[in-house]
């Protein structure tokens, strides 16, 4: 499908609803807003002010709402307060969202709102983020999931369409090495050094790393600070703000497309089609196949971490270090299909 058949997937699933969305104002949650607006019964934005987001994160959360005419409403709560989300700990981020989703979901509640959405999309799916698990314990539902909706076509429709959304929505407490507390300090001397690179730059999308008291900077064009008199500005502002250390990563902050796919030819079977792909987790063998069990026959061995799903004449194995390959099938195209319909029924391990 292309984006627009896509878009109209999105639009009959929120079509005549009474939909609350999980609202932060980036690319992906401000798409389903302005979708969500045009065919929804009624629609609510619940945001959730936890302490530790960028520079201006509220005002645009409001700007953002105003533009496309839907209400919205705030929940306030530091996380910055909460001892099991200061540790740090590989779990943070499914803390994080699960803590945020539960009150959301009661402030919808409260409000008449049954169906809650929120922005994931099919490309997040290929990243390693546990807090995923909480939409399927709460039964949160992620249309642009379900319409196959990758992030770069999110992106180029609110660009095409000249719809506003805010390009720095990340907590900043994903800066922060895990197994490093998170203290109220170093976000403020993170979200100082964003800010001063942000000005410097007239860059949205800075990235200001505190790992072991060094400030790893990455941003989208590094030529805007190859200057003598800048690199001595940031390194005099960073270290004021105790930093010990200021690095620049020569790289870029440029989203990297992530293929949902891999062609790999098989060696033995000249004439046979192959795609593959690695999750950046670990499945969880029986509840995925539980899930699979809806989409056809189900091989499913948890003592051997694997699990295979024939679908329409095509195989897909699963493999608990998330390996996942798709076999008898025609093209590229067909495999990201097939996948596209796999991928939501996934379920990882903490």
């Known amino acids: 499908m292309n984006i627009n058949e896509k878009i109209k997937e999105v639009e009959k699933i929120l079509e005549g609803k009474d939909i609350a969305i999980a609202f932060s104002g980036g690319a992906d949650s401000t798409l389903v807003a302005y ?58 981020c499914y803390i994080c969202r699960k803590t945020m989703y539960s009150e959301i979901k009661e402030e919808a509640h409260e409000k008449g709102f049954e169906i809650i959405v929120d922005g994931t999309n099919i490309s997040d799916l290929l990243e390693d983020r546990p807090g995923i698990l909480v939409n399927y314990e709460n039964n949160i539902l992620s249309p642009l999931v379900n319409a196959g909706i990758e992030k770069e076509e999110v992106i180029s429709f609110l660009e095409d369409n000249n719809i506003f959304y805010s390009k720095s929505t990340t907590c900043l407490a994903t800066r922060i090495k895990v197994g490093e507390e998170i203290t109220g300090k170093k976000i403020n001397r993170i979200k100082y050094a964003e800010d001063l690179i942000k000005n410097i730059t007239n860059d949205e999308t800075v990235r200001v790393r505190d790992i072991d008291d060094t400030a790893q900077i990455e941003v989208k064009d590094i030529e805007k600070l190859l200057n003598k008199n800048t690199l001595k500005l940031i390194e005099s502002e960073l270290k004021a703000v105790n930093f010990k250390k200021i690095t620049l990563d020569i790289g870029t902050t440029s989203r990297e497309k992530k293929e949902i796919l891999i062609y790999k030819p098989c060696k033995d079977e000249a004439n046979k089609i192959m795609f593959e792909n690695e999750l950046p987790y670990n499945i969880n063998i029986l509840p995925t196949c539980e899930e699979l069990e809806n989409m056809g026959k189900v091989k499913c061995s948890e003592k051997m971490g694997v699990a295979m799903i024939d679908i329409d004449g095509s195989n897909i194995t699963l493999f608990k270090n998330g390996k996942i390959v798709a076999r008898k099938v025609k093209n590229k195209e067909e495999a990201q299909n097939i996948l596209i319909k796999v991928l939501p029924l996934i379920r990882r391990k903490l």
């Not at 045009?38 to 530790?52: G, R």
């Not at 960028?54 to 496309?68: G, H, M, T």
């Open 35 to 92: 979708l969500a607006k045009k065919v929804a019964k009624n629609v609510l934005a619940i945001a959730f002010n936890n302490e530790i987001m960028p520079s201006n994160f509220l005002i645009n959360l409001k700007k953002i709402a105003e533009s496309i005419d839907i209400p919205l409403e705030i929940i306030d709560e530091n996380f910055l307060e909460l001892e099991s989300f200061r540790e740090n700990n590989s779990k943070r």
